[in-house]
């Protein structure tokens, strides 16, 4: 993994099918989900196997999720290039639909996404282990970093809260936060 991001992979973490085991009790099976990041399509092929349909776009193919959006779907799935997970959670925020990104832990770590976490909603599901991700060499190791699924609008039950230390609260950013 870390000759990976030395080479300049840092975005091309391919999920294994196993770490969609928390999800699913959380996804209705009539959902049509929309993988937009969909790398070499593993999550692709898991989500298809277990009956749902799944419209799969990636940037790599010219579907870019930032700026494109399917005509029908129901729930975002993704494990979205952790380089830009915050232009990916605005524009999930936006659209207004349930999603489930699989990103680091690190992501709390900012005011601004906490601010989006506070005003929007999130539901957390936490692994009792590290993802084993396939790198770009094909092998797939223990991941050095920590992941979860963010997601919102799933009724996964449990949610989180968010705070400032300061006097004021940020202004909430704009969404689509009905639940």
């Known amino acids: 993994m ?3 991001m030395k080479q300049k992979y840092s975005n091309d973490f391919q999920t294994p099918p196993e ?6 009790p959380h996804l209705k099976k009539k959902w049509t989900i929309w ?11 898991a989500l ?7 419209v799969s776009t990636d940037i790599l193919t010219g579907k870019d999720f930032l700026n494109w959006e399917p005509k029908k779907y ?10 830009i997970k915050q232009e990916f959670l605005e524009r999930a925020y936006m659209l207004g639909k349930p999603f489930a990104f699989l990103l680091p832990l690190t ?4 005011e601004k996404r906490q601010n989006f976490f506070r005003c929007c909603g999130l539901e957390v599901i936490f692994f009792d282990k590290r993802i084993n991700f396939q790198t770009p060499d094909g092998n797939g190791d ?10 919102n609008w799933m009724k996964v039950g449990k949610e989180l809260t968010f705070t400032s230390i300061g006097d004021t609260l940020s202004d909430c950013p704009p969404c689509k936060t009905s639940r």
């Open 2 to 4: 870390i000759a990976a």
């Open 19 to 24: 770490a969609l085991t928390p999800l699913l």
């Open 35 to 45: 993988e937009c990041a969909a790398g070499d399509g593993n999550l692709v092929k």
């Open 48 to 54: 298809r196997k277990e009956g749902f349909k799944v």
């Open 74 to 83: 129901d729930c975002i799935i993704t494990n979205p290039p952790y380089s």
């Open 107 to 110: 992501t709390f770590e900012t």
């Open 142 to 151: 223990g991941s050095w970093f920590a992941t979860a699924w963010f997601t």
